[in-house]
Nanobody, 122 residues
């Protein structure tokens, strides 16, 4: 069992930065591949970024590549999403999730946090 709690969301102007954190409880965090997803109002939840259990592999959606960076600290049971050059279209609720199988498919992920709101003003 893995419990996930996101933090770090907020209101930022276009071009600004935010860093999201996802704190995990449970002894199996270091064996879980982690992902970030987001859901804007009226839209389906979409993949943002993923990182392998050891941090050696990462994968990004094209829409955030070059602007967002996913990382993790297994000693702190935490995964991060550094978001730079934010755009109004990045506005969404951001969720972290955990899976045994590395990838971008929403259905692969077993454990989910409650989400944190990110709002980017123009």
């Amino acid at each position: 069992q893995v419990q996930l709690v996101e933090s770090g969301g907020g209101l930022v102007q276009a071009g600004g930065s935010l860093r999201l954190s996802c704190a995990a409880s449970g002894r199996t965090f270091s064996t879980q591949n982690m992902g970030w997803f987001r859901q804007a109002p009226g839209k389906q939840r979409e993949f943002v970024a993923a990182i392998s259990w050891g941090g050696g592999s990462t994968y990004y959606a094209d829409s955030v590549k070059g602007r967002f960076t996913i990382s993790r600290d297994n000693a702190k049971n935490t995964v991060y999403l550094q978001m730079n050059s934010l755009k109004p279209e990045d506005t969404a609720v951001y969720y972290c999730a955990a899976t045994k199988s590395f990838g971008a498919a929403l259905g692969q992920y077993v454990y989910w946090g409650q989400g944190t709101q990110v709002t980017v003003s123009s």
